[in-house]
């Protein structure tokens, strides 16, 4: 006779136990969670939610938390044995074309790979923003990731597969990298791409890229080359007054200090 398959109920919510973490030699003590329900604030544990987004334990200590977001919780008829059904986080480095230059350094990718862990692997909550938000953010915290694609973990595929590209280089936007804008045809650049270094870029007051300022500048070379040509013209003019014969004579007797007749 077939064994009865034990009933699983689904929860509302999950309470996370705080947890301490080693990476790299840094111990990392994880924040509680914001959101607490009424009557439970003075409850030890965290709560986590089916749509919220968490740090799961890695079987490998010394990598980062893996991220992804909850789908559905769910325990045994007694509300044991937590599961979660999560919907994975890809990192770039993670991905079947590994990390490239324009990818930040808290950037994730939603994928399509779907998986059920143990309630306990959950170690805090976390904030995957997207990209427009992560990039008006005033300050960046351990636990703010953003993301612009999703991600096909089978294909590789990426969607969207085109995305707006900026400076002479032609790359994505990456949010951690410097860059400063142009006030003509408002496209961003790298200093580096300028010939420029960041501490002088940070200086800028106005800027203006290479083609925006180049009609300006003829502009204004040639302005500057009328007013020292026209200098130039007046102090020649200055200096070549004409003479007479008297003046001259009158002159000469000054200086000789010859009588004049």
Not at 223 to 231: E, I, N, P, Q, V
Not at 239 to 260: E, G, K, M, Q, W
């Amino acid at each position: 006779m077939a064994k009865a398959r034990a009933t699983r109920r689904t929860l509302d919510s999950y309470t996370v136990k705080g947890i301490n973490k080693t990476i790299k030699g840094k111990l990392l003590i994880l924040s509680p969670l914001s959101s607490q329900f009424p009557g439970e604030s003075d409850f030890p544990g965290k709560f986590c939610l089916a749509g919220d987004c968490v740090l799961m334990r890695p079987s490998d200590s010394s990598k980062p938390s893996y991220v992804a977001r909850v789908e559905r919780i769910e325990s045994d008829a007694r509300g044991g044995n937590v599961r979660v059904h999560v919907r994975w986080y890809y990192r770039p480095e993670e991905s079947i074309g590994g990390r490239r230059q324009f990818h930040g350094s808290k950037e994730v990718f939603l994928s399509d790979h779907y998986d059920i862990q143990s309630g306990d692997t959950i170690e805090g909550k976390c904030t995957v923003h997207s990209f427009k938000s992560y990039t008006k953010l005033d300050a960046v915290g351990n636990d703010d990731f953003f993301c612009r694609f999703e991600y096909n973990s089978s294909t590789g595929a990426f969607n969207p597969d085109r995305v707006a590209v900026y400076c002479k280089c032609e790359m994505p936007y990456n949010p951690d990298d410097l860059m400063v804008q142009c006030e003509s045809c408002t496209d961003w650049f790298h200093p580096t791409c300028i010939d420029m270094t960041p501490e002088d870029a940070k200086k800028l007051e106005h800027f203006f890229c290479l083609n925006c300022a180049s009609e300006d500048q003829k502009k204004l070379q040639n302005s500057h080359a009328t007013s020292r040509h026209s200098d130039t013209k007046m102090i020649s003019n200055n200096s070549s007054t004409n003479l007479t014969a008297i003046d001259v004579f009158d002159v000469l007797c000054r200086v000789l200090h010859l009588p004049i007749y």
